[in-house]
């Protein structure tokens, strides 16, 4: 690692500063401390989150020549950190080989140093963190999709240096700008689940949504979901959202979608039935009946163009029938389980597209940030937890007791409400 990478860094350690700060105090701007508070998970420690978040004193990282230092105002809660934490279905430790990991794949903070060769951003920007991270030297990186990368990886779960810390160091291509309008806690809780919808409905073409198309979204309410009926409205298309509780109905049609269902209204679920047996008959009427509540939201005869993919082998069967044909089955996800099971002569016979899609590249992440700079999109961020409560939040996720849209979790920021750095000085200080 370069030592003094920056003039910023090296002036401001010089003007002085405490070596450790307690959560929430703020440092001299640009002023790096030699340690951090950051909440670690331990490979001897795989478990429930309560069991596997422990708060340590760690070397705070220091940036290397491409790399940006970032004080983590906030940070968002996504279902990658209870995995780590469980350490299934593997331990990240496998992946990085570092003796701890810190997790956390989203954040709202402030640019502290700068590597010397980072031209894009100085000390004291305000930014939100987007999750991939690659190594940039091969063909993919350079002329195609960076997500095709062999070193492609994901910042927090892929690596041992997410945002559940005050401070985290990133590769300034991860950088983009925070939307002024918007809290720290707002800021950091969308890109995650932004981005991957984004790329799910813009990124295969030709299969990229078009005005006026129909689109089956699983999980409406929650944060990938939230998301993709906000963008499916925004591009003149219809979201159809599928919920499993009633209550959450009126919040996903006031995203704008245009009909709700609830899938607790059928029985089609699970890994499919062995074709032609009395169990598949049975199957295949209910999902007919699924088919037929789409259509009466749809129009007759119109199934859906896309099919917004994540819960897997819950559902997967169904997807693939419902969808039109020529039409495609986007998924990022198998949150219900990952051995999918389906009727593939409806796929070869109506030649639908089976697509896989995994976060997004910079221009795709960019693009919807765009989207939230300009206020056309909602965070939906539904609840904010103090960082003491972190394991808490990532246990709520996992017992799926969230709120509908994106959880955020408070670190250097004091208070709910705060939007600017001088706004957490003057709170910091009381």
């Known amino acids: 690692m370069e030592t003094d990478m920056a003039l910023d860094v090296t002036t401001a350690t010089k003007a002085g500063g405490k070596s450790l700060y307690a959560v929430g105090e703020m440092p001299p701007l640009g002023h790096v401390p030699d340690q951090m508070y950051a909440w670690t998970i331990r490979r001897e420690r795989h478990g429930e989150p309560e069991q596997a978040f422990e708060v340590e004193v760690v070397d705070c990282p ?4 491409h790399e940006v230092l970032v004080m983590v105002m906030a940070a968002g809660v996504n279902y990658n950190g209870v995995w780590a934490g469980l350490g299934i279905p593997i331990s990240p430790f496998d992946v990085h080989k570092a003796d701890y990991h810190i997790a956390g794949s989203d954040a709202s903070g402030i640019v502290w140093a700068v590597g010397d060769k980072v031209k894009r951003w100085k000390v004291g920007d305000e930014v939100v963190i987007h999750c991939n991270q690659d190594d940039g030297d091969d063909e993919h990186c350079n002329g195609g999709d960076p997500m095709f990368s062999p070193s492609q990886r994901i910042w927090g779960y892929e690596t041992p240096d997410g945002s559940f810390a005050q ?6 291509q991860q950088l983009m700008p925070r939307p002024q309008h918007l809290t720290w806690e707002e800021s950091a809780c969308y890109t995650l689940t932004l981005a991957t919808a984004y790329r799910m409905l813009f990124g295969h073409e030709p299969h990229d949504l078009k005005p006026g ?9 929650g944060g990938l979901g939230s998301y993709a009926i906000q963008l499916i409205n925004t591009a003149g298309a219809n979201a159809i959202g599928v919920i ?29 039935p062995t074709v032609n047996t009395d169990e598949y008959k049975v199957w295949f009427a209910e999902t007919r009946k699924f088919g037929k509540a789409i259509w009466d939201i749809t129009g007759k005869g119109n199934n859906v163009d896309m099919v917004f993919e994540h819960p897997g082998e819950a559902t997967f069967p169904v997807s693939t029938f419902v969808c039109k044909r020529g039409g495609m089955v986007v998924i990022c996800a198998g949150t219900t389980g990952y051995n999918l099971t389906f009727d593939v002569r409806y796929m070869w016979m109506h030649q639908k597209r089976l697509q896989g899609s995994h976060f997004a590249n910079l221009k795709q992440a960019s693009a919807a940030n765009n989207l939230m700079v300009e206020r056309r999109l909602d965070p939906c961020m539904s609840e904010v937890f103090g960082w003491d409560d972190i394991p808490a939040a990532h246990t709520k996720m996992r017992k799926n007791q969230h709120r509908p849209g994106n959880m955020a979790v408070l670190v250097q920021s004091p208070r709910t409400g ?8 003057v709170e910091s200080r009381g």
Not at 418 to 425: G, M, S, Y
């Open 213 to 221: 198309q129909n689109v089956l979204v699983w999980g409406a309410s």
């Open 244 to 272: 499993s509780d009633e209550s959450k109905r009126e919040f996903v049609m006031s995203l704008g979608a245009k009909g709700v269902l609830n899938r607790n209204d059928f029985s089609c679920w699970g890994q499919m």
């Open 62 to 65: 220091k940036p290397d020549s």
């Open 418 to 425: 705060l939007r600017t750095f001088e706004d957490a000085q």
């Open 167 to 172: 401070f985290t160091c990133v590769q300034s």
